[in-house]
């Protein structure tokens, strides 16, 4: 019989692609093809499926055709028939292991259920979907019709006048709009400084904290960059050993995954080497906003605007689902970005760009991040009088700001804890997950825990888990 493929769509917007092949006439390739379809995960269970006429029009085929088809299937266990309901594909069914193609990690579950405790997200519960509509809806009405044309690289003017104050007033950035550059997050920015194949606008070596995101690594390695890892200590990043290397990325303000704030002196020592280097240190301002038992910590980057790159995005404090952030450059750093930067398939949503300018400039931006600093010191709160009731020997370190704390263990405890963990269905973090692979540098035992990932209401039953799987 010859191949054939139909696209089915019916009133409710139900797409079934379908491939009829093989010996038996259209009765029998019909059949095999839905089966197939489910035994292989791609009709999942409670899926509707098109109605007789519809198949039928699109497979050029009678409607008793089809509706024997269904009846077979149905009477095999394959799908089911309700009256006001339509043809389903039966719960009970299961897609065969083989037929997902690549490799796929099973999430943890306990009882049916993940206890999400991983770090780098905020409550996206929390989301302000009110606000940020009527911000959406304002800019959108306002905006002028160039807007939903061909842009500037650099970003909308609007939003970089609104970080330009923003920045200068909650996090201390001396900046002007023309030094900032919309991208699509921290991640994006790193390709756009360092490129690949070590053709971007930065160059290595570059000196690294020894205890930080593997992922960020991994994207310098793309790039050709060669990572030196800096040691930590109480007053943070080891910057007096710094070298020859062509740049420095630190997470001054609150260093992940340990905690804590890179100590004055120290801030002063790496500004005073980029500049007899006339390098650029480049500062991750990750949670900048998240501050609770101390006070605000600036940005280095208001030391010396021409040797620091700010960096920034509102996944945390927003949701990483907004794929936006920035960049504060240097002026002789500008114009390069810009041209990596190059074609607009690169460029981040102008209308959610217009959608956060708002945002920031009406005062919503502000009032979130004051709501979600209460809700979040809340929960840190909630997880040191747990651990403090339930597991006395483990300590808990890096709680002063952030989304995340660090839990100190027993000597030699670590891989059994996480091991344990995820029998359990406790998804977090081990210390040394996140240990520069050169790096002589031992933090010890510990766990990194995201105390803003669950929602309000499973926060209890996480800490539960938690407490449960400690040593």
Same mark, same amino acid.
């Given at each position: 019989?010859?191949?054939?493929?139909?696209?089915?769509?019916? #009133?409710?917007?139900?797409?079934?692609?379908?491939?009829?092949?093989?010996?038996?006439?259209?009765?029998?390739?019909l059949?095999?093809?839905?089966?197939?379809?489910?035994?292989?995960?791609?009709?999942?269970?409670g899926? #509707?499926?098109?109605?007789?006429?519809s198949?039928?029009?699109?497979?050029?085929? *009678?409607?008793?055709?089809?509706?024997?088809?269904?009846a077979?299937?149905?009477?095999?266990?394959?799908?089911?028939?309700?009256?006001?309901?339509?043809?389903r594909?039966?719960?009970?069914?299961?897609?065969?292991?083989?037929?997902?193609?690549?490799?796929?990690?099973?999430a943890?579950?306990?009882?049916?259920?993940?206890?999400? !405790?991983?770090?780098?997200?905020?409550?996206?519960?929390? &989301?302000?979907?009110?606000?940020?509509?009527?911000?959406?809806?304002?800019?959108?009405?306002?905006?002028?019709?160039?807007? $939903?044309?061909?842009?500037?690289?650099?970003?909308r003017?609007?939003?970089r006048?609104?970080?330009?104050?923003? !920045?200068?007033?909650a996090?201390?950035?001396?900046?002007?709009?023309?030094r900032?550059?919309?991208?699509?997050? $921290?991640?994006?920015?790193?390709?756009?400084?360092?490129?690949?194949g070590?053709?971007?606008?930065? #160059?290595?070596?570059?000196?690294?904290?020894?205890?930080?995101?593997?992922?960020?690594?991994?994207?310098? *390695?793309?790039g050709?960059?060669?990572?030196v890892?800096?040691?930590?200590?109480?007053?943070?990043a080891?910057?007096?050993?710094?070298?020859?290397?062509?740049?420095?990325?630190?997470?001054?303000? /609150?260093?992940?995954?340990? +905690?804590g704030?890179?100590?004055?002196?120290?801030?002063?020592?790496?500004?005073?080497?980029a500049?007899?280097?006339?390098?650029?240190?480049?500062?991750?301002?990750?949670?900048? @906003?998240?501050?609770?038992?101390?006070?605000?910590?600036?940005?280095?980057?208001?030391?010396?605007?021409? /040797?620091?790159?700010?960096?920034?995005?509102?996944?945390?404090?927003?949701?990483?689902?907004?794929?936006?952030?920035?960049m504060v450059?240097?002026q002789?750093?500008? +114009?390069?970005?810009?041209?990596?930067?190059?074609?607009?398939?690169?460029?981040?949503?102008?209308?959610d760009?217009l959608?956060l300018?708002?945002?920031?400039?009406s005062?919503?931006?502000?009032?979130?991040?004051?709501?979600?600093?209460?809700?979040?010191?809340?929960?840190?709160?909630?997880?040191?009088?747990?651990?403090?009731?339930?597991?006395?020997?483990?300590?808990?370190?890096?709680?002063a700001?952030?989304?995340?704390?660090? !839990?100190?263990?027993?000597? +030699?405890?670590?891989?059994?804890?996480?091991?344990?963990?995820?029998?359990?269905?406790?998804?977090?973090?081990?210390?040394?997950? &996140?240990?520069?692979? @050169?790096?002589?540098?031992?933090a010890?035992?510990?766990?990194?825990?995201?105390?803003?990932?669950?929602?309000? /209401?499973?926060?209890? *039953?996480?800490?539960?888990?938690?407490?449960?799987?400690?040593?």
């Amino acid at each position: 019989m010859e191949e054939s493929w139909v696209n089915s769509a019916e #009133r409710i917007g139900a797409d079934l692609h379908l491939q009829l092949s093989g010996p038996g006439g259209r009765r029998a390739a019909l059949i095999r093809a839905l089966r197939d379809a489910v035994r292989g995960g791609r009709l999942a269970p409670g899926t #509707r499926l098109p109605p007789y006429r519809s198949l039928a029009a699109d497979l050029g085929v *009678a409607r008793n055709t089809v509706a024997d088809a269904y009846a077979e299937l149905v009477a095999e266990g394959w799908l089911t028939a309700r009256q006001g309901s339509g043809t389903r594909v039966a719960d009970r069914v299961e897609p065969l292991r083989h037929a997902v193609r690549g490799p796929v990690e099973a999430a943890p579950r306990a009882h049916g259920r993940l206890h999400d !405790l991983r770090q780098g997200s905020p409550d996206v519960s929390a &989301f302000p979907r009110a606000a940020w509509l009527a911000s959406y809806r304002r800019a959108l009405q306002q905006a002028p019709n160039e807007v $939903f044309g061909p842009g500037d690289p650099a970003g909308r003017r609007e939003l970089r006048e609104a970080l330009t104050a923003y !920045l200068a007033r909650a996090r201390g950035v001396r900046t002007e709009p023309d030094r900032i550059v919309i991208c699509s997050g $921290f991640a994006h920015a790193l390709r756009l400084l360092f490129g690949q194949g070590g053709g971007g606008v930065l #160059r290595g070596p570059l000196a690294v904290e020894a205890y930080g995101l593997g992922f960020h690594r991994e994207l310098l *390695a793309a790039g050709g960059v060669r990572t030196v890892a800096l040691p930590l200590d109480e007053d943070g990043a080891r910057v007096d050993l710094l070298e020859r290397e062509r740049g420095v990325l630190l997470t001054p303000a /609150h260093q992940f995954p340990t +905690g804590g704030p890179l100590h004055a002196t120290r801030r002063a020592a790496v500004i005073d080497w980029a500049r007899a280097r006339g390098t650029v240190v480049l500062e991750d301002d990750y949670d900048g @906003e998240f501050r609770y038992d101390r006070r605000p910590v600036g940005a280095l980057q208001g030391l010396d605007p021409e /040797h620091v790159i700010h960096l920034g995005s509102v996944s945390k404090s927003l949701s990483p689902a907004l794929r936006l952030g920035w960049m504060v450059l240097p002026q002789r750093y500008v +114009g390069a970005v810009l041209a990596a930067k190059g074609d607009r398939e690169a460029w981040a949503s102008v209308p959610d760009q217009l959608g956060l300018a708002d945002f920031i400039a009406s005062g919503a931006y502000d009032r979130h991040v004051r709501r979600m600093r209460q809700r979040y010191r809340g929960r840190r709160d909630r997880l040191v009088a747990a651990l403090a009731e339930h597991a006395q020997p483990v300590a808990v370190t890096g709680v002063a700001a952030g989304l995340h704390a660090v !839990l100190r263990l027993p000597p +030699g405890t670590e891989r059994t804890t996480v091991e344990r963990a995820v029998r359990q269905g406790v998804a977090l973090d081990g210390l040394a997950a &996140f240990r520069h692979p @050169e790096t002589d540098m031992e933090a010890g035992d510990g766990l990194v825990v995201g105390y803003a990932t669950p929602s309000e /209401h499973a926060y209890g *039953a996480a800490l539960d888990a938690l407490c449960g799987v400690l040593p």
